[in-house]
Every structure is written in structure tokens, then in C-alpha cells.
């Protein structure tokens, strides 16, 4: 697959909320471990609330995103709702006056998101946070779209560089939210909002994949 339309850009997010809600409990174990335990029904609830809006017909994809984000943001609440806002707003911006999604497209999408979730949030690589499964599927994507490179090929890399930024927080302490009172505690343990945000990866690269095995390309 080259490029993605309204329709299959929705069929693609229906799919990543699906999953997202589905690993629930798995989030919610992830972040016993450092935190309240509910990273999970945060993340469900926001993608619950997601999927609403993709019920919707929208205008174009600067407005699918937009509302996407607003709906995760009322929903989610804490420190994650406004994070979720900021990735999707990055992706309004990224699409504004596009009808289409390319691995370009896509890797700006991320690129802008990454940019404002690292502004708005104030997180860097390195701080046991999203951020360290972000930032490194964020670089492969941009390498992948100037490698030419199809939208399952740009996300497959993504992916793994995402779940390699997540398993690389086991070693950090953390230094953002509430974990970094813990210290050197916090050490040993992988971050939940790093394993989210990785999943999200997983969840798309697999949907181009399957969808291009359907296709036939």
C-alpha cells in the first residue's frame, strides 16, 4: 500500500483502537509496577471515546485528527489525555490541505506529533516516558519515507524501533510524572505510557501489513 484516503485512514484508526482497548489489562500491569495501576482504563477510555468520532463523517483529515484529539483529551483526563491531544493535533497540522497519507505524510504526521507532545509535555528521550518509544520510531519513519519505502515497510521498522524504546526504559529511572519520586526504584520496570505507545505502532503496522497481504501488493 502507497497512500491512504478518508476511508482507509478511518478503517485504519478504528483498527488501532480496537487493539488499544484490547490490551487493557496489560497496560494496567505494566503500570502497577510505578504507578496507580490504571494506565490501561485510561488508555481504553480514550480510545472508546476515539471511536465515536470515527463513527462520524468528517470533512477532511485535518478535521478527523482534531476531533480525535478533543475526544481523547475530555475523556482520558491526568497527565495522558492532554499528551493524546498533543500527538493528534501534531497530525492535523501534518495533514491540513491533504487528502491523502503517504510514509512522507505519515513521518510528518509523527514528526509534528513528537514535536508537540515534546514541547507541550516538556519530555525528552531518555526520562522513562512515551517519549523514548516515540522519538525512535519517529527517526525510522522519516528514514523510511526518504528510502522510498511503502507505508507497511516505513511502519514494520517503526514498530520494532518503538518496542526497542520501550524495553530500553527498564534501565532508566524515571525523571517525568509521578515515578521519578521513586528514584532509583523506578529502575527495572518498563514504562506503560513507553508500552502504549509502542503497541499504537504494533497496532498500525499490522493493520498496512494485513491490509496489503489483502490487496495483493
Same mark, same amino acid.
Not at 478503517?11 to 497496560?27: D, G, N, Q, T, W
Given at each position: ?19 488499544? +482497548?484490547?490490551?487493557?489489562?496489560? /497496560? ?8 496507580? $495501576?490504571?494506565? $490501561?482504563?485510561? %488508555?481504553? =477510555? ?6 465515536? +468520532? ?16 478533543? @475526544?481523547?483529551? #475530555?475523556?482520558? $483526563?491526568?497527565? +495522558?489525555?492532554? %499528551?493524546? @491531544?498533543?500527538? /493528534?493535533?501534531? /497530525?492535523?497540522? !501534518?495533514?491540513?490541505?491533504? &487528502?491523502? %497519507?503517504?510514509?512522507? *505524510? !505519515?513521518?510528518?504526521?509523527? &514528526? ?6 515534546? %514541547?507541550? *509535555? ?21 528514514? #523510511? ?9 516505513? /511502519? ?8 526497542? $524504546? ?7 529511572? @524515571? ?7 521513586? =528514584?532509583?526504584?523506578? +529502575? ?5 505510557? @513507553? ?23
Amino acid at each position: 500500500m502507497t497512500e491512504m484516503n478518508m476511508c482507509r485512514t478511518v478503517s485504519l484508526f478504528e483498527y488501532v483502537a480496537e487493539e488499544m +482497548i484490547s490490551r487493557e489489562k496489560y /497496560f494496567c500491569q505494566l503500570d502497577s509496577g510505578l504507578g496507580d $495501576g490504571d494506565h $490501561g482504563v485510561t %488508555i481504553s =477510555r480514550g480510545f472508546r471515546a476515539a471511536q465515536q +468520532i470515527l463513527q462520524q463523517p468528517q470533512e477532511t483529515l485535518e478535521k478527523l485528527f482534531q476531533n480525535v484529539g478533543s @475526544a481523547m483529551m #475530555s475523556s482520558m $483526563g491526568g497527565a +495522558i489525555g492532554p %499528551i493524546y @491531544a498533543l500527538l /493528534f493535533q501534531g /497530525f492535523a497540522q !501534518a495533514v491540513a490541505g491533504k &487528502e491523502k %497519507i503517504d510514509l512522507s *505524510a !505519515a513521518a510528518d504526521m509523527f &514528526e509534528k506529533g513528537a514535536s508537540e507532545v515534546s %514541547i507541550g *509535555a516538556d519530555v525528552q528521550e531518555g526520562q522513562k516516558t512515551m517519549f523514548d518509544a516515540l522519538a525512535p520510531a519517529v527517526r525510522v519513519l522519516k528514514q #523510511s519515507a526518504k528510502e522510498g519505502k511503502s507505508l507497511s515497510e516505513g /511502519f514494520l521498522a517503526a514498530r520494532k524501533a518503538a518496542e526497542r $524504546g520501550a524495553e530500553d526504559t527498564v534501565d532508566m529511572m @524515571a525523571k517525568k510524572g509521578r515515578a521519578r519520586f521513586l =528514584r532509583e526504584k523506578s +529502575i527495572g520496570h518498563k514504562d506503560a505510557g @513507553a508500552g502504549s505507545m509502542a503497541a499504537l505502532f504494533v497496532s498500525v503496522s499490522d493493520f498496512l501489513v494485513r491490509e496489503e497481504e489483502r490487496s495483493g501488493n
